[in-house]
């Protein structure tokens, strides 16, 4: 995208989703996408957004998967804001839990999850990720992140190369205080935007009650619901803010300098 946008709203989707119907979801969603306001930029969608948190992968249809990064793209193209969100992706070898992030260029980056939620068995259907990414648009650096990444905050850990911190989720109602917690914290330890998006509804095995959530550089609440729509939440973030407080408040400065052994696969 040619040019920078320092001041941008944003806009989170925290809705229920439709279990292992990949057209129902993706229409969902279409007819949510009308309801975005116009001025926004980027649109944030659940985990899992087309299936629900499935631990049947193999059960999907590999076209209607397959189809899901195309679809992203073409509603991108379409509302002129990038959007993202993760999805269950084949990759021959296995499938990936892959956060997808569409340009309105009709580019995508791609990063697939790093932790694997062992309390839910997804380690058995679902390959990790080994490669940590930051996505560039409109003069902002984004971390994408996957729900349980978000209790690894050395995963997370800002080297001064990101601005965006973005959680996508299916995070149960029952921890609800930690999700919220957690998110605060990775906004003030890191000095960065922190967006966390969940869903509302059940699933065979869960409840969620969303919490879907911007939270400011200093840990300040910074969303809102929509009142036209309330599967749809707001939030204005801005660069030069972002910034001006790292400036004034160096912290950053004095972190230890360590890397991450990539001892996995």
């Not at 995070?171 to 914290?185: E, G, H, S």
């Not at 619901?225 to 660069?239: C, G, H, Q, R």
């Amino acid at each position: 995208m040619a040019g920078g946008i320092v001041s941008m709203r944003i806009a989170l989707i925290e809705t229920v989703l439709h279990w292992e119907n990949i057209r129902d979801n993706l229409d969902h969603f279409e007819f949510l996408f009308d309801a975005v306001s116009p001025d926004c930029k980027m649109i944030f969608l659940p985990e899992m957004f087309s299936t629900g948190f499935t631990m049947h992968p193999e059960k999907l249809d590999e076209q209607e998967l397959k189809n899901v990064p195309e679809w992203l793209k073409k509603m991108s193209v379409k509302y002129g804001m990038a959007i993202g969100g993760s999805s269950v992706t084949s990759a021959g070898k296995g499938f990936f839990n892959r956060f997808c992030f569409a340009r309105p260029d009709g580019g995508i980056d791609f990063y697939d999850k790093r932790h694997l939620f062992r309390m839910g068995e997804e380690q058995y259907h679902y390959l990790p990720g080994n490669e940590r990414k930051i996505f560039n648009y409109a003069d902002w650096r984004i971390l994408p992140q996957v729900c349980y990444d978000l209790r690894f905050p050395v995963w997370s850990r800002n080297r001064n190369d990101y601005d965006l911190l973005v959680y996508v989720a299916n995070w149960p109602a029952v921890r609800q205080d930690a999700w919220i917690t957690l998110l605060k914290a990775r906004a003030i330890e890191n000095q960065c935007y922190v967006v966390g998006v969940n869903r509302i509804g059940e699933d065979p095995r869960v409840t969620y009650s969303g919490g879907s959530v911007v939270f400011s550089p200093k840990g300040e609440l910074v969303s809102h619901a929509s009142e036209a729509n309330t599967f749809v939440i707001y939030a204005d973030i801005d660069l030069t803010k972002l910034r001006n407080f790292r400036e004034k408040f160096p912290a950053w400065r004095d972190a230890d300098d360590f890397e991450i052994k990539k001892d996995r696969p």
